[in-house]
């Protein structure tokens, strides 16, 4: 069946360097994605979500890009901090009035001071 | 800032038992879900909830499974006969519409059934 999923499952990388996170979907309907985060022992926090109509979306310290074409999702992060230390996770939905959220396995991403 | 709860933070049970697992979602919500996750796999979609009734619900969620939401500030999930592959974390999250990335999860439910 169709799922999304993520090409590296850690990531380790020194404060203050930018981190990228990639995912990779399968599920051509899709067309709102959303990067979640997710520190040990908490549930998943919204972080930054994009519609199929854009290609690229800036927030705070992070930019969520989109290529539809390769069906491929990005998670860049700025400046790096200990803090961004969790395990990441991009889900997708379709537009079909409900929110049903399909999520990917996640990457852990390790910052070292 | 508003937040999701859920009680208890660990639940342990016995094969064949029945859980309740308890939310209370942010107070303004109108949607519910229920998500689980396995450990060391993907949070899996349960079921959606609106208007006191289920919008959507996944291939998890069977017979065994049922929500409610017995007053105005709690949610619940129910497992009627508790398997041991139930064990996992139980989210629940909430959101003030259909803007699907906006559901604010709460700390979960690490249910362990022995």
């Known amino acids: 069946g169709e799922s999304v999923g993520l090409h590296l499952p850690t990531l380790s990388v020194q404060e203050g360097d930018n981190s990228i996170i990639n995912c990779a979907y399968s599920n051509s309907a899709s067309d709102y994605f959303i990067w979640y985060k997710q520190e040990s022992g908490k549930g998943p926090q919204f972080i930054i979500d994009?519609?199929?109509?854009?290609d690229k979306r800036q927030g705070q310290r992070v930019t969520v890009l989109l290529n539809k074409t390769v069906k491929h999702l990005s998670l860049q992060i700025a400046a790096t901090q200990p803090g961004d230390s969790a395990v990441y996770f991009c889900a997708e939905t379709m537009n079909s009035g409900y929110s049903t959220l399909t999520f990917g396995k996640g990457t852990m991403l390790l910052v070292s001071p | 800032e508003p937040e999701v709860t859920q009680t208890p933070s660990h639940q342990v049970t016995q094969m064949g038992q029945e859980v309740i697992l308890r939310c209370v979602p942010i107070?303004?919500?109108?949607?519910f879900y229920w998500y689980r996750q396995i450990l060391g796999q993907k949070v899996e979609f349960l079921v959606s909830?609106?208007?006191?009734?289920?919008?959507?619900k996944s291939e998890i969620f069977d017979d065994q499974f049922s929500v409610e939401r017995p007053d105005g500030s709690n949610f619940t999930l129910k497992i009627r006969s508790t398997k041991l592959e139930d064990s996992a974390m139980y989210f629940c999250?909430?959101?003030?519409?259909?803007?699907?990335?906006?559901?604010?999860f709460g700390p979960g439910t690490r249910l362990t059934v022995l």
């Open positions: 107070s303004n919500h109108l949607y």
């Open positions: 994009i519609r199929s109509n854009m």
């Open positions: 909830f609106y208007n006191n009734e289920i919008s959507e």
């Open positions: 999250a909430s959101s003030e519409d259909f803007s699907r990335g906006e559901q604010f």
